[in-house]
């Protein structure tokens, strides 16, 4: 049963960007800002809350700047196209590794686990062929294909205690959950959570709060649900724009919900409709989430 519907005039839009695709919002605890990237017009932004200043690295030189993840060391990890590059604080790109090679496929959603390790998927440019893969990635380098026979992997998202991780393939609307060994890294279960095939609901980004509860967002549906652990969905709430498209908790005590949103795919008569198509958007107080994981490196 679903214990609270929310409007979108609960909502703040913080950021006014107008994003093409807009995605992988993360609170970097050390910054105190909003970190996330446009994948199509490739930029990297943040955004700080306490003096409202919005920064922008754009990065011309590839097609897609597909997600980020923050590393040990300070920087950040970026998915250009199919490799990753560490990006420093004053802007230095360096390879890490060569995802894959030779296929009409780019880098997608990712995230990085309690012990150092980044989880990242990839996507076929057609949306429509199952051409992608998942990867664990260790800060050794070593690059591990975990499955493949995807199309868009999407909502990568680690609960609270670790040691599940959720998965979208958003073509085919499907999501799951995967068992993850926590010393080798191996997924030991993966058995289907959501399946939206006969609706045609295509989920997007996903985060997990503290209680176990995932916050999954519906891209072409203009809405957020929360998951409570049992699987009901507890929490709907209302967008102002059709295109949500990932989420994250950040702030004081993480009690901020941040949604990313995208202008991709609207006609004009949309774009007129929804003239924050794009922007950032937060919700206070609907519930807690907990810090980002770093990148071992």
């Known amino acids: 049963m679903v214990e609270r519907m929310i409007s979108a005039e609960k909502l703040d839009c913080v950021v006014r960007t107008a ?50 993840a923050f590393t040990s060391s300070g920087g950040h990890l970026l998915a250009r196209d199919l490799s990753l590059f560490t ?17 009409d496929n ?23 062929r199952p051409n992608g893969a998942l990867y664990r990635v260790d800060p050794d380098g070593t690059v591990e294909r975990i499955f493949d026979q995807v199309i868009v992997s999407n909502g990568i998202a680690f609960s609270p205690d670790r040691r599940r991780m959720h998965f979208t393939d958003t073509r085919r609307y499907q999501s799951w959950i995967l068992d993850v060994d926590p010393l080798t890294g191996s997924v030991t279960e993966r058995r289907m959570f959501a399946d939206y095939s006969a609706t045609g609901d295509r989920p997007d980004g996903a985060c997990f709060d503290v209680d176990g509860g995932l ?14 652990p049992d699987g009901r969905i507890d929490t709907v709430l209302s967008m102002p724009v059709s295109n949500p498209t990932c989420v994250c908790f950040g702030g004081r005590d ?44």
Not at 46 to 51: E, I, P, R, T, V
Not at 90 to 101: K, M, Q, T, V, Y
Request: glycine share 10%.
């Open 87 to 103: 990006r420093s604080d004053d802007g230095e790109l360096r390879l890490f590794a060569e995802i894959e090679s030779g296929i």
């Open 254 to 297: 993480y009690r901020t919900l941040f949604i990313t949103t995208a202008s991709k795919f609207l006609t004009e008569e949309q774009r007129e409709a929804e003239p924050m198509a794009g922007a950032v958007f937060a919700l206070e107080g609907v519930a807690q989430g907990f810090a980002e994981h770093r990148f071992a490196i």
């Open 19 to 68: 994003d093409q695709l807009g995605e992988t919002p993360l609170w970097c605890d050390r910054t105190r800002k909003l970190w996330w990237v446009d994948i199509e017009k490739p930029k990297l932004q943040s955004f700080d809350l306490s003096s409202g200043r919005h920064d922008v690295f754009p990065d011309p030189d590839v097609t897609y700047l597909g997600s980020q």
């Open 106 to 128: 780019r880098l997608n959603d990712g995230r990085v686990d309690a012990w150092g390790r980044l989880w990242i998927g990839t996507m076929d440019n057609q949306l429509h």
């Open 215 to 228: 916050w999954t967002v519906f891209f072409g549906g203009g809405r957020v649900l929360r998951y409570a």
